[in-house]
C-alpha cells in the first residue's frame, strides 16, 4: 500500500497528484527548486523538501537526491507527473532498488517505447500500423540523407528518444536537409543527452489522434477512448479534445492497436498510444507511445468521469483497474486549451517575469476545470515550461463545449506577462475549428488570421481607463504623479495626452483626452485626435463606482461599463469584453512628446536577444556579408530552439557574444551595416 506519496516535478502537474492523493488519503511531499520555495504545489504538500538551484540537471532532475528525500521522508512511492525524470528508465530502476514504488509502468516498457526505431520494429512485429521510413542505427548524415531520398521529400526528422516537439524538423527539400538534421541533433542532445534520429515519410494532411490505455499487474488492459490534438505550433499542442470526430468503427480499431501496442511491451499503469491519421487515405499509423500520464490527460477524464491519477496509484499498489472495456462509456464532449507565457505575435517567442495580476474562470464541478500551478504574485521562470494553466471545459456535444470554452477564456485576466489567450480564442472561433475541419497544419495554414492584429481601441475602453486612473488618485493619499491635480470639482477641466497599446494593436495610439467636472460628482469626458484636434467621441455623465480594489463600475448617460483594472504608477491597464489587457500611459503635457527617440527595435541593422537565453550557434562572424534571411542566430530558450534571420542585405559590423554565452533580453548579439 501507498501511505505516503513523492511527487517528482513541480507546477500544475503537481498540484493535480497532491489533489487525488490527498482524497485517498496518502500523505504527500513535494520537491522544490530554490526559485519554486514559495509556489503554490509546495504550500499544497503535506511536506516539502528542496531538491536543488533552479537549473532542472540540478533539482528535478537529479535522481539521486530525489531518491535521498523520499528515503528521508518514508515515502513508499514516488510519482513522476509528466516531463522531467517521468519516461526515465534509469530513474524507474533506481526506485526499484532502493524499494520504491514507481508510479508508471516496467522499465523495460519504457526503454523500448522511449526508442523511436526500436518501438517501430516492436509494433510492426505486433501488426500495429506504422509510417513508412528510416529507423535504423545508422547516424552518418550522408547515409541519412540517401534515406530520405528514398522516401521522398517531404520527410520528418525525429530524435530517437524524442518528445514534445524537441528533435523534430520537417524538411521539404532536399536543399534543406543537412541544416534541418544539424538543428534536430543539436537539440535532441540537449534534451535526451542522444542525438540519434530517425526519418520518416511526412504526412500532409495529418491529424494527431492519441489514444489513453491503461493496464496493470494482472494481465488486464483497456483504453479510455481517443483524443485529438491536432492544433499544434512547432508540433507542441495548443488546444486539445476528446472524442475525435472518427466513427465508431475507427474508434473501436484504434483503439484496439493502442491495447495490442501496450501488450507487445508488457505495459501497466498509464500510457498514451500517438497515432497520424491520414485524411487522404483514412488510414492510421503508430507515431510514438508516451510512457507516462499527459499533459491532457484531463478531457479523458471529463468524458469518462474517472480519475486516471487514483487508477495510476491503484495499480501501483497492486490493484486490478476499476474498470472493464465494457463499463467504459464516452459522455458529451471535453475541450482543453493551454495558456502560455508567449508572444503569438513574435512568433510565439516564450515570456518570462512576474505575474502581476491574474483572474481566473469560476470553476464549475464538470463543466469549467482549472489546472494551474501559479497564482497572482508568481513568477515564470525561463528554467521552465512558460505554461501558467490549462483550461479544461466539458459540454454535453462538442458545440456545447466550445461554447463553454469561449466564455471561459474571456474570463482570464493577464497583466505582466504576454499570453496566449487571445491566440486561442481566434483559434476556438475559426469557421474550420467549429467545423472540426483541420489538421496539424491548421495554425500554419491559418496564421495571417489567427494572428491578425486591429489598428484602434473601442472608445469605451479609454474612458474606462481614463475614469480609473481618477478613481485610485482620488483613493490616494499621498499623490506623486502626473495626474495629482485630478480632484472631482477641484478643477473645472483637465487635459492630458494618452498613449494606448496591446498586444493585439499593431502601433502605439495616441489621444487627447479633456474631462469636465461640472459637479455632483459627475465627469464628461471627451476624446480627441491629438495632432487635428478633432472630436472622436465625448462621454457626458460619467459617475463611478468602485465595487473591489481592482473592479470598477462606471455609468454614462449612453452605456454601462463593467471592467477589472491595475494601476502601475502612471499607466493604467483596463480590460475589454474578451479579456484582453489594453495599456495606457497618462501624460498631461500636451506639448512635450516623450515617445522615445531610439528605434533600434526596429532597425533591420541590429539583432538583439529577444528573451533571456542561451546561444547555441552564432553563424557569423566580423565583416561577413549576409543576405536577408540568412539565419544569424541559434538561440536556446524554454528548452527550444529559435532562429533569428538577417532582415536586410548587409556586413557585419559586431558580434558581441559567443557561442554558449548567456543573454539577457534585449542585449545587442549581431549588428550590421
Keep these: 500500500m501507498i501511505n505516503k506519496l513523492l511527487i517528482a516535478n513541480r507546477g500544475e502537474i503537481a498540484c493535480r497528484v497532491i489533489r487525488t492523493a490527498k482524497k485517498m488519503g496518502i500523505k504527500t511531499v513535494a520537491i522544490y527548486s530554490?526559485?519554486?520555495?514559495d509556489s503554490k504545489?509546495?504550500?499544497?504538500?503535506?511536506?516539502?523538501?528542496?531538491?536543488?538551484?533552479?537549473?532542472?540537471?540540478?533539482?528535478?532532475?537529479?535522481s539521486q537526491k530525489i531518491i535521498e528525500i523520499a528515503h528521508d521522508s518514508n515515502c513508499s512511492a514516488i510519482h513522476p507527473g509528466f516531463g522531467f525524470l517521468s519516461e526515465n528508465a534509469d530513474f524507474a530502476d533506481e526506485c526499484t532498488t532502493n524499494k520504491i514504488i514507481f508510479v508508471g509502468p516496467p522499465t523495460d516498457a519504457i526503454r523500448k517505447m522511449g526508442s523511436k526505431s526500436e518501438s517501430k520494429i516492436i509494433m510492426t512485429n505486433a501488426k500495429v500500423p506504422v509510417v513508412p521510413g528510416y529507423h535504423?542505427?545508422?547516424?552518418?548524415?550522408?547515409?541519412?540523407?540517401?534515406?530520405?531520398?528514398?522516401i521522398g521529400f517531404p520527410v520528418l526528422?525525429?530524435?530517437?528518444?524524442?518528445?514534445?516537439?524537441?528533435?523534430?524538423?520537417?524538411?521539404?527539400?532536399?536543399?534543406?536537409f543537412f541544416e534541418a538534421l544539424e538543428s534536430a541533433k543539436r537539440e535532441s542532445l540537449k534534451a535526451f543527452k542522444d542525438d540519434r534520429v530517425l526519418i520518416e515519410k511526412y504526412i500532409q494532411k495529418p491529424r494527431h489522434i492519441e489514444v489513453q490505455v491503461f493496464g496493470d499487474h494482472h494481465g488486464n488492459y483497456v483504453h479510455l477512448f481517443e483524443r485529438d490534438c491536432s492544433i499544434q505550433r512547432r508540433h507542441q499542442k495548443v488546444i486539445e479534445e476528446a472524442p475525435s470526430n472518427i466513427n465508431w468503427d475507427l474508434r473501436n480499431s484504434i483503439g484496439s492497436s493502442a491495447v495490442d501496442a501496450a501488450k507487445a511491451v508488457g505495459y501497466y499503469n498509464a500510457g498514451t498510444v500517438e497515432f497520424i491519421f491520414d485524411l487522404i487515405s483514412n488510414q492510421y499509423y503508430f507515431m510514438e507511445m508516451n510512457t507516462r500520464l499527459q499533459v491532457e490527460h484531463p478531457i479523458s477524464e471529463m468524458i469518462t468521469g474517472e480519475d486516471f491519477v487514483e487508477w495510476q496509484l491503484r495499480v501501483a499498489q497492486g490493484e486490478k483497474l476499476p474498470k472493464t472495456q465494457d463499463q467504459l462509456k464516452i459522455r458529451g464532449h471535453s475541450i482543453e486549451a493551454r495558456i502560455y507565457s508567449e508572444d503569438p505575435y513574435n512568433n510565439f517567442?516564450?515570456?518570462?517575469?512576474?505575474?502581476?495580476?491574474?483572474?481566473?474562470?469560476?470553476?464549475?464541478?464538470?463543466?469549467?476545470r482549472l489546472e494551474s500551478g501559479v497564482r497572482e504574485g508568481d513568477d515564470i521562470s525561463i528554467f521552465y515550461d512558460p505554461m501558467i494553466a490549462k483550461l479544461v471545459v466539458w459540454g454535453k456535444d462538442?458545440?456545447?463545449a466550445i461554447g463553454t470554452l469561449n466564455k471561459a477564456l474571456n474570463d482570464y485576466k493577464v497583466v505582466g506577462l504576454p499570453t496566449n489567450l487571445r491566440f486561442l480564442r481566434t483559434c476556438s472561433q475559426h469557421p474550420d475549428f467549429l467545423k472540426g475541419e483541420y489538421d496539424t497544419g491548421f495554425i500554419e495554414k491559418h496564421k495571417k488570421d489567427l494572428l491578425q492584429q486591429v489598428t484602434k481601441i473601442e472608445n469605451q475602453y479609454i474612458m474606462s481607463a481614463v475614469v480609473s486612473k481618477i478613481s485610485q488618485n482620488l483613493k490616494n493619499t499621498k499623490l506623486h504623479s502626473t495626474l495629482q491635480n485630478f480632484r472631482l470639482n477641484h478643477h473645472k477641466s483637465e487635459n492630458f495626452i494618452l498613449k494606448a497599446s496591446a498586444a493585439f494593436i499593431n502601433t502605439e495610439l495616441k489621444y487627447e483626452v479633456n474631462v469636465e467636472y461640472p459637479g455632483n460628482g459627475l465627469m464628461?469626458?471627451?476624446?480627441?485626435?491629438p495632432s487635428k484636434h478633432t472630436v472622436i467621441k465625448r462621454f457626458e455623465n460619467v459617475a463611478y463606482t468602485l465595487t473591489t480594489e481592482s473592479q470598477i463600475n462606471i455609468t454614462s448617460s449612453e452605456n454601462t461599463v463593467n471592467t477589472d483594472f491595475l494601476i502601475r504608477g502612471e499607466d493604467c491597464v483596463v480590460f475589454n469584453e474578451f479579456g484582453d489587457a489594453l495599456h495606457f500611459t497618462f501624460e498631461n503635457n500636451l506639448v512635450e512628446n516623450r515617445s522615445s527617440t531610439s528605434n533600434d527595435t526596429q532597425d533591420p541593422n541590429i539583432i538583439k536577444a529577444p528573451m533571456p537565453c542561451t546561444l547555441v550557434k552564432v553563424n557569423v562572424k566580423q565583416g561577413d556579408k549576409v543576405s536577408a534571411g540568412q539565419p544569424i542566430v541559434i538561440l536556446e530558450a524554454m528548452k527550444m530552439e529559435h532562429v533569428i534571420k538577417a532582415k536586410k542585405?548587409?556586413?557585419v559590423k559586431a558580434v558581441k557574444f559567443r557561442d554558449g554565452e548567456f543573454v539577457q533580453a534585449g542585449k545587442l548579439i549581431v549588428e550590421l551595416e
Excluded: C, H, W
Design 34 to 37: 530554490d526559485i519554486d520555495r
Design 41 to 62: 504545489f509546495v504550500s499544497m504538500a503535506d511536506q516539502a523538501y528542496r531538491v536543488g538551484p533552479a537549473p532542472s540537471l540540478q533539482s528535478y532532475l537529479n
Design 136 to 150: 535504423g542505427e545508422n547516424q552518418d548524415k550522408d547515409y541519412l540523407f540517401e534515406q530520405a531520398r528514398s
Design 157 to 176: 526528422i525525429k530524435a530517437v528518444l524524442g518528445g514534445g516537439g524537441k528533435g523534430m524538423r520537417i524538411v521539404t527539400k532536399e536543399s534543406e
Design 349 to 368: 517567442l516564450p515570456g518570462n517575469g512576474n505575474l502581476e495580476f491574474f483572474r481566473e474562470p469560476k470553476e464549475e464541478p464538470g463543466v469549467i
Design 398 to 400: 462538442r458545440s456545447a
Design 524 to 529: 464628461n469626458i471627451t476624446i480627441k485626435n
Design 649 to 651: 542585405d548587409g556586413v
